[in-house]
């Protein structure tokens, strides 16, 4: 599996950003999408994912400016958040991980099996 991110950028605190990640290879189906960021000198933490079936999950930080959505024609999970904060300042990562049973850890990223390359997100204020 190939995961593609893209949407990062500069912007202005207050302003909203879409982020959209293209995910390629075998099994979609079988795979959780998800994203989390990585702020300068703090450990990498669960945004948002969203299964085959249409479950999405929020974190905890960003519950109330985000939303994410899966669209499975296209192979492709976008992350929307508004309100954008100066602490929102982070490499913004897709990531997948294989569902193996109906119960299954969304926020531990040791449970993702695949990665994207990241895409940065600068929030000025």
């Known amino acids: 599996v190939q995961l593609q991110a893209s949407g990062g950028g500069l912007v202005q605190a207050g302003d909203s950003l879409r982020l959209s990640c293209k995910a390629s290879?075998?099994?979609?189906?079988?795979?959780?999408l998800a994203w989390f960021r990585q702020a300068p000198g703090k450990e990498r933490e669960f945004v948002a994912g969203?299964?085959?079936?249409?479950?999405?999950n929020i974190g905890g930080s960003v519950k109330g400016r985000v939303s994410v959505s899966r669209d499975n024609a296209k192979d492709t999970v976008d992350l929307r958040m508004g309100g954008l904060k100066p602490e929102d300042t982070a490499i913004y990562y897709c990531?997948?991980?294989?569902?193996?049973?109906?119960?299954?850890?969304?926020?531990?990223?040791?449970?993702?099996?695949?990665w994207g390359q990241g895409t940065q997100v600068t929030v000025s204020s």
């Open positions: 990531a997948a991980q294989t569902i193996r049973s109906i119960y299954y850890d969304v926020t531990d990223l040791g449970r993702y099996d695949y």
């Open positions: 290879g075998r099994l979609l189906s079988s795979k959780y």
């Open positions: 969203a299964s085959w079936s249409g479950v999405t």
